[in-house]
């Protein structure tokens, strides 16, 4: 049975197949869905995929599938992809009227509800591997489908890796992540979930994978990391992973793995502060090993917000743990949110001193937006401080210059992201 999955993900990079190489939110590949076809190419389904950043608009989207239908299609969305998931569904309906779609995702996950069409056959909330390839072996069967199932939740080390050539992986190749990362490069995600309360993701993020947060043995990343090596011959690793420093065992056990497996490749991964502060022989440990980048959410120099968001962090810990770092040669990648709401002027310049005094390597600003399924995006709505026309917006991997609150200057926050990054269009 030939199965189709659809990369709905043009919400931020737009349709384009003449993008350059190296335009990273157009290339780097959508780890869930190579996952899931993985899982169904692994027990003998023809499996293909089709990437939307790739193509010209809908019209060839149509012809694509008009030209090689196939008997079902997985779309896996984002907030921001929703309304291109609908059209997409559309397209598909249009031109391969007997196929039945399935889909899945973050987006689905928490609003099933918004999935409710009779043209969609199920909607699968949570992971997908496992109910994917179960949908899938009914359909072989003739029987009825589910409008809505939960996703089972995989074992991490019984899964296929992730199928990266469902995609034109050449793309990802040629991407880095930070300013001084060699290329080849590659993506991997160790584990899934996330054990913090983060206002502004949670609990969105565990509405897919719930708790508790997991992760894959230090084997089978070891495993996958020596067939990438042996296939692409990459020189750094970015690990997607919210929090790859979660388990400190687990980190030092990969550390001694990683060390004896000849691999020499730089290695980016996130962090938060707290951790950094609390377990610098960690630290020092990953540096050893060829960590030279860790992603950590300061956030901002203002201990109220800092709260409100319920980071779990202090900006002496943000402080401390950039120095921390630079003590022992890893560079900070540090990630910044204005706009918060009820932030004022003064707090947003305790974020620039504090910025100023520890100096990250690289410094990545956003304005906040309010996520659907979050905390904060409730005490937003509650307070009536969302901007009408925000729909359909989510957290992209590049920084995000919109307003979206009622409240904020966004005047000042302009100008002072422009002198300060120069990076607001």
Known sequence: MHVCLVYVGIGVAGFNPNRPQGDREGSWIGHGIASVGAAAGHVGFEVDLIDLRQLSGWDELGMIIDRNPAQVYGLSVSAVDYYSALKTVYEIKTNAPGAKIIVGGIHPSIFPEQYDYQVIDTVVTGEGEITFVDLLRQIERGDSLPKRVQGAKPDLDYIPWVNRELFDYRRELNCFFAPDQRIPSVTMIAGRGCPYKCAYCQPAENTVFGSPHRMRSVESVMGELQQLKQKYNFNSITFWDDTFTFNRQWVMDFCDIYEKSGITAAIACNSRADIVCNNEPMIERMADIGVDWLVIGLESGSQRILDLIQKGTTVE????????CRKHGIKVFGTLMYGLPTETN????????????????????????????????????????????????????????????????????????????????
Do not use: H
Not at 317 to 324: F, G, L, S, T
């Open 317 to 324: 810990q943000n402080i401390r743990a950039v120095e921390i």
């Open 346 to 425: 003064y707090e947003v310049m305790a974020t620039v001193s504090m910025i100023e005094m520890v100096q990250p390597a690289f410094t990545s600003p956003f304005w906040y937006t309010p996520i659907p399924g979050t905390r904060l995006y409730d005490y937003c709505m509650d307070n009536e401080l969302i901007l009408d026309g925000i729909e359909g917006r989510t957290i992209a991997r590049t920084g995000v210059f919109l307003p979206s609150l009622k409240g904020v200057d966004y005047d000042f926050l302009a100008d002072l992201t422009n002198r300060q990054f120069g990076r607001c269009q």
